[in-house]
């Protein structure tokens, strides 16, 4: 590998690599606008110049690579790079004043506030004061679509959005028009951005506040926000995502980027606004017995009378769930070929580099390691109607679940002498088992999934569960007076 300098220290990077990222190992964040991981580079925002010993102009970070090595001298120093020299501080100035000539001073009413990087690097590199004297350009805000909406006063033309509609939704329905101070960023003539099942990241990838979301805009200012690591449970893959909360209620999920996992930048618009979801209203649910409100020790003893003391137990897990929660569910089964999984939902696929499998049932793996068969319900009904099983329990959530599928569950849980579904609401499929009991959703628990491509992915709690929604494993714990014979 080649040797090379920053700021005076030596590293060894592999040739080839962008100067910006060499800088980033050694834990020198470049300032950088048009640069983004996932898109072509096109160096049009100047913010990432840096000194190359020997150039005699400065050099864009996000396009230099790093040259091999020479044959005959393997250890040589082929590159020096200097990040923090009167020029190259002069330089990022310069970019900043410049950029800032038409940028409205909008930042108590920009939803970006907050996580701007004009506002970052204003503070960290900008000059603090402006000798623009003449009046700025304005446009009127614009909707494109039902989704995003675009304010162009604030956009300093880093092309970002329109190349990520152009290389990687692919439908390009952003362009650039015009030219000079004209130039501003659009849609094709009568195009909205509402076919593109993708659109939201836009306002993820818009470095300063001029693409915004509609379904986000002027809801809450991000300093209040809190973000915890999890996964997407609308996807196939479960794609890292951020839950941002606050007061207990999620506000947006955003994808939360993987290092070295270009995959991992993006999040379709259905597993962006599937927040909505995981917020509860109206008071919490209780367990039921026969659809009226019961205690624990009621279901349990229910339940043991028709499974463990006198019959046998079979296990029905949603792929959907976590692993501790398959774990648990699975012990509850009275014999190992008695657990049976369950969820048919599809994803189209889209996107194939980002979306591997069409299988909307993300923890499906997961659930197979833990013993559960999948495509077996028909084997359960027989098995159910003629007696040999007497109770079943089910882990459900009716989102991933087909009307067919509902239909056979329901069936299951009609021939079963005994019946308990665990969900985070109650669904009519729900409320037919003879007792409910509510857990919590993921937002509210910590656990993991195994996705299709054989990779682990954790999620931690972000919200409050209500009082006496619990999670499967402290269900299953607290229903332990069934002894478990696997
Ligand atoms: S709208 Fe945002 S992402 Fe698009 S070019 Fe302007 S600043 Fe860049
Ligand atoms: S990030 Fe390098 S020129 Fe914009």
Same mark, same amino acid.
């Given at each position: 590998?080649?040797?090379?300098?920053?700021?005076?220290?030596?590293?060894?990077?592999?040739?080839?690599?962008?100067?910006?990222?060499?800088?980033?190992?050694?834990?020198?964040?470049?300032?950088?606008?048009?640069?983004?991981?996932?898109?072509?580079?096109?160096?049009?925002?100047?913010?990432?110049?840096?000194?190359?010993?020997?150039?005699?102009?400065?050099?864009?970070?996000?396009?230099?690579?790093?040259?091999?090595?020479?044959?005959?001298?393997?250890?040589?120093?082929?590159?020096?790079?200097?990040?923090?020299?009167?020029?190259?501080?002069?330089?990022?100035?310069?970019?900043?004043?410049?950029?800032?000539?038409?940028?409205?001073?909008?930042?108590?009413?920009?939803?970006?506030?907050?996580?701007?990087?004009?506002?970052?690097?204003?503070?960290?590199?900008?000059?603090?004061?402006?000798?623009?004297?003449? @009046?700025?350009?304005?446009? $009127?805000?614009?909707? !494109? =679509?039902?989704? &995003?909406? #675009? *304010?162009?006063?604030?956009?300093?033309?880093?092309?970002?959005?329109?190349?990520?509609?152009?290389?990687?939704?692919?439908?390009?329905?952003?362009?650039?028009?015009?030219?000079?101070?004209?130039?501003?960023?659009?849609?094709?003539?009568?195009?909205?951005?509402?076919?593109?099942?993708?659109?939201?990241?836009?306002?993820?990838?818009?470095?300063?506040?001029?693409?915004?979301?509609?379904?986000?805009?002027?809801?809450?200012?991000?300093?209040?926000?809190?973000? @915890?690591?999890?996964?997407? $449970?609308?996807?196939? !893959? =479960?794609?890292? &995502?951020? #839950? *941002?909360?606050?007061?207990?209620?999620?506000?947006?999920?955003?994808?939360?980027?993987?290092?070295?996992?270009?995959?991992?930048?993006?999040?379709?618009?259905?597993?962006?606004?599937?927040?909505?979801?995981?917020?509860?209203?109206?008071?919490?649910?209780?367990?039921?017995?026969?659809?009226?409100?019961?205690?624990?020790?009621?279901?349990?003893?229910?339940?043991?009378?028709?499974?463990?003391?006198?019959?046998?137990?079979?296990?029905?897990?949603?792929?959907?769930?976590?692993?501790?929660?398959?774990?648990?569910?699975?012990?509850?089964?009275?014999?190992? *070929?008695?657990?049976?999984?369950?969820?048919?939902?599809?994803?189209?696929?889209?996107?194939?580099?980002?979306?591997?499998?069409?299988?909307?049932?993300?923890?499906?793996?997961?659930?197979?390691?833990?013993?559960?068969?999948?495509?077996?319900?028909?084997?359960?009904?027989?098995?159910?109607?003629?007696?040999?099983?007497?109770?079943?329990?089910?882990?459900?959530?009716?989102?991933?679940?087909?009307?067919?599928?509902?239909?056979?569950?329901?069936?299951?849980?009609?021939?079963?002498?005994?019946?308990?579904?665990?969900?985070?609401?109650?669904?009519?499929?729900?409320?037919?088992?003879?007792?409910?009991?509510?857990?919590?959703?993921?937002?509210?628990?910590?656990?993991?999934?195994?996705?299709?491509?054989?990779?682990?992915?954790?999620?931690?709690?972000?919200?409050?569960?209500?009082?006496?929604?619990?999670?499967?494993?402290?269900?299953?714990?607290?229903?332990?007076?069934?002894?478990?014979?696997?």
């Amino acid at each position: 590998m080649p040797t090379i300098k920053i700021n005076d220290v030596e590293m060894s990077v592999n040739p080839g690599t962008l100067v910006l990222d060499a800088c980033r190992t050694v834990g020198i964040d470049i300032p950088h606008y048009c640069y983004h991981p996932a898109l072509s580079p096109v160096a049009t925002c100047r913010m990432c110049l840096v000194e190359i010993k020997g150039q005699p102009k400065l050099a864009t970070s996000c396009t230099t690579t790093v040259p091999p090595a020479p044959k005959d001298n393997p250890d040589a120093v082929v590159m020096e790079v200097f990040t923090n020299t009167p020029a190259v501080a002069d330089a990022r100035a310069g970019v900043m004043e410049f950029l800032l000539i038409n940028h409205p001073l909008d930042c108590p009413i920009c939803d970006q506030a907050g996580e701007c990087k004009l506002q970052d690097y204003s503070y960290s590199y900008g000059s603090g004061d402006s000798r623009m004297a003449e @009046v700025k350009r304005r446009y $009127r805000y614009e909707d !494109l =679509g039902a989704k &995003i909406v #675009i *304010d162009k006063n604030r956009c300093i033309h880093c092309t970002r959005c329109v190349r990520f509609t152009k290389e990687i939704s692919g439908g390009s329905e952003l362009t650039v028009a015009s030219r000079g101070s004209h130039l501003e960023v659009t849609t094709f003539a009568g195009k909205s951005m509402d076919q593109n099942p993708y659109a939201g990241n836009v306002v993820d990838l818009c470095p300063v506040g001029a693409l915004t979301s509609r379904d986000f805009r002027f809801k809450k200012r991000v300093w209040y926000l809190k973000s @915890v690591p999890s996964i997407s $449970r609308h996807s196939a !893959l =479960g794609s890292p &995502i951020w #839950i *941002d909360h606050e007061g207990n209620e999620i506000h947006r999920f955003r994808p939360r980027p993987l290092e070295g996992k270009e995959t991992t930048h993006f999040i379709s618009d259905e597993e962006r606004y599937a927040y909505k979801r995981y917020n509860r209203a109206g008071q919490a649910p209780v367990p039921t017995l026969k659809g009226v409100p019961a205690s624990l020790d009621a279901i349990r003893e229910a339940l043991q009378a028709a499974g463990p003391m006198s019959g046998t137990t079979a296990v029905i897990g949603q792929g959907t769930f976590g692993c501790d929660a398959a774990q648990r569910l699975g012990e509850l089964a009275t014999s190992a *070929d008695l657990r049976f999984g369950s969820g048919d939902k599809t994803i189209p696929v889209v996107l194939p580099k980002y979306q591997t499998s069409a299988d909307g049932i993300l923890n499906r793996r997961g659930f197979t390691e833990r013993g559960f068969r999948f495509g077996a319900l028909e084997e359960l009904l027989a098995k159910v109607q003629s007696g040999a099983v007497k109770a079943v329990v089910l882990l459900h959530d009716v989102a991933f679940t087909s009307d067919k599928e509902s239909e056979l569950l329901g069936q299951i849980l009609k021939a079963a002498a005994f019946s308990l579904a665990l969900e985070t609401e109650a669904s009519a499929l729900g409320r037919a088992a003879t007792a409910w009991l509510p857990i919590t959703s993921f937002a509210e628990e910590s656990d993991f999934i195994i996705n299709h491509d054989g990779e682990l992915r954790r999620y931690q709690k972000a919200l409050q569960a209500p009082k006496g929604v619990r999670t499967v494993p402290a269900w299953v714990k607290d229903l332990a007076g069934v002894p478990a014979t696997v």
